[in-house]
Every structure is written in structure tokens, then in C-alpha cells.
């Protein structure tokens, strides 16, 4: 791992992971190139702000669970290789029921280019503390569909408060939402803000 970098879970205790990109559990039904590891790595800014997050958080009786943090440029180009291959549709219904696999470029779920390659933005959600339970946010990481929206209608009210709860602890703690996606947040003061990283998460 290059300088800067590290993995989440030493430098921001009590944060809860599950790397979908390095499990079968994402829209691509495989363990993504340059996952060979699941854990969540992320610039040490990145950290210092996550771990804000989950100070806030827990004075709300939430806990923050990431999904994904740095994303190697490599598995930005599995992706790209995954979206030009036939629909085989394993994982169409749960990941983008309503497009087909190229659109999610057109419509910016999936970038060439991601932010996530920069090291300082994340996929993530909150938990109950008490229970351990998800927060029902009225979808799952990843559904590329304009329910995933910030603004989506059609969900109930109590997971729409729960996304502007999510939304209200992240902006406090440095960080800026991402209108498409309810999950995906960004640092606003990223140290590498012009460079994609490429090295394997090991």
C-alpha cells in the first residue's frame, strides 16, 4: 500500500465493513479484479473524517457499516469489461431490474473514472446499535435504479428520514452526497483529488 493509505477498521475503531467487491455479493456476481482482500482501505483524511461520522452516529444510537472505500483503477476496468459481456441476467433483478448493463455508464451509477480511485470516498450505510440491524434505507447498495436516488418518491417516509439522517452525518463530517446514489459519499477537502490509484487491496 502506497503512502497515506490505509486500511479503515485500525485507524477508525467500531466502524463495521463488508467488502462487496471482493465477495460474489455484487452487480458483477464475482469477486472484482484487484479485491484479493476484504477489507476497506482509504486515505488517512478519509479516516479522520469517517471516524467523526461515527462519533455522530453513535450519539444517534447508529452505527456505520462501509461497503466499499478506495477502489482500484483495474476494478473500474472489470467493469467496464463485465458491462460489454452478454446480459446473463444472475444479477439483473436485485442490481438494475430497469436498465440494461451499458446504461449504468450513460446514467453515472458506474464511472470509467471513479472517485472511489482517489481514496477518499466511500459506499456506506448505518446499522441499529442496539440490534445490529441495517437501517432500512428503502433499497440496497448498489441497485442502480432512480429509487437509489436522494430525492426518489415512492419510498416510505421512515427510510426517507433515515436518508437524510445518513446524508445529515455525513455533510457535518466533512463530506459531500452524491445525487444518484443514496450511499456514496465524498470528502470534500480530498487530498488526491486529480489522481486514480491502482494498486491491489491486499
Given at each position: 500500500?502506497i503512502?497515506d493509505?490505509v486500511?479503515v477498521d485500525?485507524?477508525?475503531p467500531?466502524?463495521r465493513?463488508?467488502?462487496?467487491?471482493a465477495?460474489?455479493?455484487?452487480?458483477?456476481?464475482?469477486?472484482?479484479d484487484?479485491y484479493?482482500?476484504?477489507?476497506i482501505?482509504?486515505?488517512?483524511?478519509?479516516?479522520?473524517?469517517l471516524?467523526?461520522?461515527?462519533?455522530t452516529?453513535?450519539?444517534?444510537g447508529?452505527?456505520v457499516?462501509?461497503?466499499?472505500g478506495y477502489?482500484?483503477?483495474?476494478?473500474?476496468?472489470?467493469?467496464?469489461?463485465?458491462?460489454?459481456q452478454p446480459?446473463?441476467?444472475?444479477t439483473?433483478p436485485?442490481?438494475y431490474p430497469n436498465i440494461?448493463?451499458?446504461e449504468?455508464?450513460?446514467?453515472g451509477?458506474?464511472?470509467?473514472?471513479?472517485?472511489?480511485s482517489r481514496g477518499?470516498?466511500?459506499?456506506l450505510?448505518?446499522?441499529?446499535?442496539?440490534?445490529?440491524?441495517?437501517?432500512?434505507?428503502?433499497g440496497?447498495?448498489?441497485?442502480m435504479?432512480s429509487v437509489s436516488?436522494?430525492?426518489?418518491?415512492?419510498?416510505?417516509e421512515t427510510?426517507a428520514?433515515?436518508r437524510?439522517?445518513?446524508?445529515s452525518i455525513?455533510?457535518r463530517?466533512g463530506?459531500?452526497?452524491?445525487?444518484?446514489?443514496?450511499w456514496?459519499?465524498?470528502l470534500?477537502?480530498e487530498?488526491?483529488?486529480?489522481?486514480?490509484?491502482?494498486?491491489?487491496i491486499?
Amino acid at each position: 500500500m502506497i503512502d497515506d493509505f490505509v486500511f479503515v477498521d485500525e485507524l477508525v475503531p467500531g466502524i463495521r465493513w463488508d467488502a462487496k467487491y471482493a465477495t460474489w455479493d455484487n452487480f458483477t456476481g464475482k469477486p472484482v479484479d484487484g479485491y484479493t482482500a476484504n477489507r476497506i482501505v482509504g486515505t488517512t483524511a478519509l479516516c479522520d473524517a469517517l471516524a467523526r461520522a461515527r462519533e455522530t452516529a453513535a450519539t444517534q444510537g447508529f452505527g456505520v457499516l462501509i461497503w466499499d472505500g478506495y477502489r482500484p483503477q483495474r476494478a473500474v476496468d472489470d467493469f467496464v469489461r463485465w458491462s460489454r459481456q452478454p446480459e446473463d441476467g444472475r444479477t439483473k433483478p436485485r442490481h438494475y431490474p430497469n436498465i440494461e448493463r451499458a446504461e449504468m455508464f450513460e446514467l453515472g451509477y458506474v464511472a470509467a473514472q471513479s472517485g472511489h480511485s482517489r481514496g477518499s470516498t466511500v459506499d456506506l450505510t448505518l446499522f441499529d446499535l442496539s440490534t445490529g440491524e441495517l437501517v432500512a434505507m428503502g433499497g440496497d447498495h448498489d441497485l442502480m435504479d432512480s429509487v437509489s436516488h436522494h430525492d426518489a418518491v415512492g419510498i416510505r417516509e421512515t427510510e426517507a428520514r433515515n436518508r437524510r439522517q445518513l446524508r445529515s452525518i455525513m455533510e457535518r463530517s466533512g463530506f459531500s452526497s452524491y445525487a444518484t446514489e443514496w450511499w456514496h459519499y465524498t470528502l470534500r477537502n480530498e487530498p488526491f483529488p486529480d489522481t486514480y490509484f491502482d494498486f491491489p487491496i491486499r
